[in-house]
């Protein structure tokens, strides 16, 4: 058996076959999604740029605040129920907004109240993907399984977009929407050919209590809360800001909207190639490797801080991308390896909402901080944070010590 052979072996089960084909297809919708609903907007009466941030708010908030209430029903009722429900939401809310887009009657607040619908479809639905994937695959494979599910997420983030600008302007946003509810109704189809099994073991009670397991579970493991936060704090100080301030810096030294795309596309490149490096490997000690990685995004931020022609920005976001692929692809792996299935969707939940919670408000401070100490200063100084904060989590010995190594064949968890 070839090295290339044995790195795809995890192909050979049916089940993860085809969750991968409908995970794929939704990031790919998903992906098409943001640029049509943006054109969308615009085009409508009363549409504009602020419209478009109320509709993006409006879905963001509305993920964050159903994550916890996902977590538990994930849990309580089983990864592949939730999901399918989740999935089924999502291809009913974006059905109607083509509905509506392609007869010309759609309205600003009907758009917000669709996207919200979307929002709530994707809370639901995140907590199952850690939980569900240990039934799919043994957990020596675990990894591999993660590595080509987090290499999906570039590739859809290449196409998607691209994809979506072409048949805008071939046809309208109203087809690109209708061509993204289709993609999370071969998700739905996808996830209803796996098998469904009982609830976890210890799972029921009120909401309240078994969201206060979930967050016992959450904080009585060092290296999980510890390395959460540390994720969260680099999303609010680092990458929001690169998010914000990149677009303008390159317009004013790059080349403009052309050497950004360049910029993004390399990353998503990189996190490509990341998980290929990935696939057949199983450090020792994951964890480390995985927070060790999270340095990688420091790079393009400091090569724009610098002012380093494009060349060495494309090429540091290359770098970027590999790095998140480690980082995530380990985490991931680390997490379903040692957190009891019971509690793995909760579990999930806490860790999403405290990576991604404080997301919003950097992206919204980004700008006025830049206004103030210049753009250059607040990437410089979120360089040295994300680089200070790996060296000062890799310290603690929970998370530099940690070790997962699976016998061979053993499952994690049961499909549920």
């Known amino acids: 058996m070839t090295l290339g052979t044995r790195r795809l072996r995890v192909l050979r089960h049916a089940r993860f076959r085809r969750f991968l084909l409908g995970r794929t297809t939704s990031l790919l919708g998903s992906g098409m999604n943001t640029i049509a609903t943006t054109f969308a907007v615009l085009r409508l009466p009363g549409g504009g740029v602020d419209a478009v941030g109320g509709v993006m708010a409006a879905r963001i908030l509305a993920v ?15 990864a592949r129920t939730v999901m399918l429900a989740a999935d089924l939401l999502r291809f009913l809310s974006q059905g109607v907004l083509a509905v509506l887009l392609l007869t010309h009657s759609a309205r600003i607040w009907e758009v917000v109240v669709l996207a919200v619908l979307l929002g709530i479809g994707e809370g639901g639905f995140m907590p199952g993907l850690s939980a569900l994937v240990p039934g799919l695959v043994p957990a020596d494979e675990l990894a591999n399984a993660n590595a080509l599910l987090e290499m999906t997420r570039p590739m859809t983030s290449i196409a998607g977009p691209g994809l979506a600008g072409l048949l805008v302007a071939a046809f309208d946003a109203g087809t690109v929407v209708a061509v993204d509810a289709v993609s999370y109704g071969v998700s739905v189809v996808a996830l209803a050919g ?26 009585s493991r060092t290296w999980l809360w510890v390395t959460t936060l540390h994720i969260g704090l680099f999303n609010f100080v680092l990458w929001a800001p690169f998010l ?6 390159a317009e004013q030294r790059l080349g403009g909207a052309r050497a950004w795309g360049l910029v993004l596309a390399l990353e998503g490149v990189g996190a490509i190639v990341g998980g290929v490096l990935l ?3 199983k450090p020792r000690r994951g964890l480390a490797w995985s927070v060790a990685a999270s340095a990688g995004w420091a790079v393009p931020a400091a090569a724009l801080a610098v002012g380093l022609p494009l060349f060495w920005v494309a090429a540091a976001a290359f770098c970027a991308g590999i790095g998140a692929a480690v980082c995530t692809t380990l985490a991931t792996t680390v997490i379903q390896r040692d957190v009891p299935a019971e509690v793995r969707g909760r579990i999930s939940a806490f860790d999403s909402l405290g990576a991604f919670a404080l997301g919003p408000l950097g ?12 753009a250059d200063r607040v990437l410089g100084f979120g360089v040295l944070w994300q680089l200070t904060a790996v060296g000062v989590v890799l310290a603690v010995p929970s998370v530099r010590r940690h070790e997962a190594v699976p016998r061979a064949g053993e499952r994690v968890g049961a499909v549920r």
């Open 64 to 78: 964050l605040v159903v994550l916890l209430l996902g977590g538990v029903l994930t849990d309580r009722l089983g």
């Open 194 to 219: 796996l098998p469904v099994a009982r609830a976890a073991e210890g799972a029921g009670g009120g909401m309240f209590s078994e969201l206060g397991r979930g967050w016992r579970e959450f904080t």
């Open 244 to 249: 914000v301030l990149g677009p303008s810096m």
């Open 279 to 281: 696939l057949g490997r």
């Open 363 to 374: 992206l919204a401070l980004a700008g006025p901080a830049s206004g103030v100490v210049g």
